[in-house]
């Protein structure tokens, strides 16, 4: 079964959740941003070449103009393979563990994964970003050398940044695998 919802990011912006349950014991969430605006790619670009027309025209040097266009044209393709983030995914298998993948605007993905014997909880936390609160979903792992401890907390679509309307429909999804995997585990 497959669903998809809008929701909105910290800054108001539109992301699109969609949701595929495969089985009671997996799921997979892919939040995915607005793709590159042409707009504002024209605006970043007619900047700095019109800068760089000012230098030229003040200092009367060719190589100011070609300087600015390879630094516009590294700039983008540096942005769009590092930086711009099309889509997160999240899918959880509660035999097997957690992976999340983040899809650049290049095309290019960024795969992690963390196995099930190493989640201890999936939570929503809560943090101080651009002086107002925020909320992140985060997997905490659990410490091998003490049991009730956390050895570290992975945040979950951390370019995509939505609200926590959109975190709570994620959240339970994933409480529900969990139940489920410490049911069958602990069931002889």
């Given at each position: 079964?497959?669903?998809?919802?809008?929701?909105?990011?910290?800054?108001?912006?539109?992301?699109?959740?969609q949701r595929?349950?495969?089985?009671?014991?997996?799921?997979?969430?892919?939040?995915?941003?607005?793709?590159?605006?042409?707009?504002?790619?024209?605006?970043?670009?007619?900047?700095?070449?019109?800068?760089?027309?000012?230098?030229?025209?003040?200092?009367?040097?060719?190589?100011?103009?070609?300087?600015?266009?390879?630094?516009?044209?590294?700039?983008?393709?540096?942005?769009?393979?590092?930086?711009?983030?099309?889509?997160?995914?999240?899918?959880?298998?509660?035999?097997?563990?957690?992976?999340?993948?983040?899809?650049?605007?290049?095309?290019?993905?960024?795969?992690?994964?963390?196995?099930?014997?190493?989640?201890?909880?999936?939570?929503?936390?809560?943090?101080?970003?651009?002086?107002?609160?925020?909320?992140?979903?985060?997997?905490?792992?659990?410490?091998?050398?003490?049991?009730?401890?956390?050895?570290?907390?992975?945040?979950?679509?951390?370019?995509?940044?939505?609200?926590?309307?959109?975190?709570?429909?994620?959240?339970?999804?994933c409480q529900?695998?969990?139940?489920?995997?410490?049911?069958?585990?602990?069931?002889?």
């Open positions: 079964m497959e669903d998809e919802r809008s929701f909105s990011d910290i800054c108001g912006g539109r992301l699109a959740l595929r349950y495969y089985s009671p014991s997996c799921r997979e969430f892919c939040l995915s941003c607005p793709r590159l605006s042409l707009r504002s790619l024209t605006a970043v670009t007619c900047t700095v070449w019109l800068a760089a027309y000012g230098l030229f025209t003040l200092c009367e040097n060719s190589m100011i103009l070609s300087a600015a266009i390879f630094i516009t044209l590294l700039g983008l393709l540096g942005y769009l393979h590092f930086v711009k983030i099309d889509q997160e995914t999240l899918l959880i298998i509660d035999s097997l563990g957690i992976q999340m993948t983040s899809s650049y605007a290049s095309g290019k993905e960024s795969t992690t994964f963390i196995e099930m014997g190493k989640v201890k909880d999936i939570v929503i936390n809560e943090a101080i970003y651009m002086q107002k609160v925020i909320y992140y979903l985060c997997i905490l792992l659990k410490d091998p050398v003490e049991p009730h401890g956390i050895s570290q907390v992975v945040p979950v679509f951390q370019s995509a940044k939505p609200r926590l309307d959109c975190l709570i429909e994620v959240y339970r999804s529900e695998i969990l139940a489920h995997q410490k049911a069958t585990s602990t069931s002889p």
